[in-house]
C-alpha cells in the first residue's frame, strides 16, 4: 500500500463547511487512472481533482468523481487552483492556463480584500432538446408537472459537463425535491448519464439571480452536488439562449446548496459573439484540512 496526501478545500465560499467540498491532490504525474481514480472513491467527494504537469498549459487538471472522470469541473477547478495559489505554487502569475479534456482554459486571478477569486473560462456552450417524459422527470425528484415552468424548455446544457437544465417555477419546490437517481438513466434517454440541475428565477438573496440544485448522475457514486461551476455557467448561457435573446451580455450571481445545508454563491458571466458565447465563472475557496488515503499501487 502506498499513501497520499489529499488536501481539502471548500469552493464558492470563504466558511469552512459551507460550499463545495473538492479533494486536491498536487505534484499527481506519477499517479496512474486507476489509481487517481481509487483515490477518488476513497475520498467519496463529488469530485477530487489531480494536478500534473503539462506541456501545453501551465498545469494541467483531471477530475474525478468516486464513479468515473469527468472533463471538467467548476467547483474542483476553483478548489485546485486556490490551492496552487495560496501555497505559492504559481511563481506569482496573476493569469494561468490549464490543461483539460475539454482543451486549454484560461484562468485569472483577482484579489478582492483578503479574498482571492478565481475566474474562470468554460468550454463553448451546447444544447440537446429534452425529449423525454416530462412527467416521470418531474417524479424521479419528487416533483410534479406544476412544479416545473414549461415557459422556456428543458435541455441538456454543457460548458464542459453535460446536465439537465429544468426551470422550476417556485422557490419553495425546492424543499421538496427528493432524488431518485436510479430512475434517471432511462427518463434521460439521449443522454442517460448525464446530471439533473433544476432552477428558478425566484431567490432567497436579493443579489442573486437564480436559485437551484444539482442531482448528480447514479454513474458517479455521489446524489448532489452543493454549488456547481459547470452548471452555473450553462445557465448563464441559457438565459441568452432562451430567456432574453435580446441582450448580448449577462452578469447573474447564482445561489444553491441551502437545501444541503453547504450554501454558496457563483458569479457568472457570459457574453455572445455571433454563433459564440465567452462563459466565464467567478468564485472563491478555503482550505479546510488533509486527509492521508491509503491505495493499492
Not at 110 to 135: A, C, L, S
Not at 159 to 168: D, E, F, N, S, V
Not at 261 to 267: A, D, I, T
Request: glycine content about 8%; hydrophobic content about 35%; overall charge negative.
Amino acid at each position: 500500500m502506498s499513501e497520499v496526501t489529499v488536501y481539502h478545500y471548500d469552493a464558492f465560499s470563504t466558511i469552512p463547511g459551507q460550499g463545495n467540498p473538492a479533494g486536491v491532490v498536487f505534484h499527481a504525474d506519477d499517479l496512474s487512472e486507476t489509481v487517481m481514480q481509487q483515490i477518488a472513491h476513497k475520498v467519496g467527494f463529488n469530485e477530487t481533482v489531480f494536478v500534473l504537469s503539462s506541456e501545453a498549459a501551465d498545469v494541467r487538471l483531471r477530475y474525478f468523481t468516486p464513479g468515473h472522470e469527468i472533463n471538467l469541473c467548476g467547483h474542483a477547478t476553483m478548489a485546485s487552483l486556490y490551492g496552487l495559489k495560496t501555497r505559492g505554487l504559481l511563481e506569482g502569475k496573476e493569469s494561468i492556463t490549464i490543461q483539460t479534456n475539454v482543451g486549454i482554459l484560461p484562468i485569472r486571478f483577482e484579489q478582492d480584500g483578503d479574498t482571492i477569486n478565481m475566474e474562470m473560462k468554460q468550454d463553448q456552450p451546447r444544447f440537446v432538446p429534452f425529449q423525454g417524459d416530462i412527467q416521470k422527470l418531474a417524479s424521479a425528484i419528487n416533483l410534479t408537472l406544476d412544479d416545473l415552468d414549461l415557459s422556456t424548455p428543458i435541455v441538456y446544457g454543457s460548458t464542459g459537463t453535460w446536465t439537465l437544465l429544468i426551470p422550476i417555477r417556485k422557490l419553495n419546490s425546492f424543499t421538496k425535491m427528493k432524488p431518485d437517481t436510479s430512475r434517471f438513466p432511462d427518463i434521460l434517454l439521449e443522454n442517460p448519464k448525464a446530471s439533473l440541475h433544476p432552477f428558478t428565477f425566484e431567490t432567497r438573496d436579493s443579489d442573486a439571480m437564480m436559485h437551484a440544485r444539482h442531482f448528480s448522475s447514479p454513474y458517479s457514486g455521489t446524489t448532489e452536488d452543493p454549488v456547481t461551476g459547470t452548471a452555473s455557467g450553462v445557465m448563464g448561457a441559457y438565459y441568452l439562449t432562451y430567456v432574453n435573446r435580446e441582450v448580448d451580455q449577462v452578469q447573474l450571481v447564482i445561489e444553491q446548496g441551502h437545501e444541503a445545508g453547504r450554501e454558496g454563491k457563483v458569479e457568472v458571466s457570459v457574453t455572445r459573439d455571433g454563433q459564440d458565447m465567452d462563459v466565464r465563472i467567478i468564485g472563491t475557496a478555503v482550505f479546510v484540512g488533509e486527509m492521508n488515503i491509503e491505495f493499492n499501487t
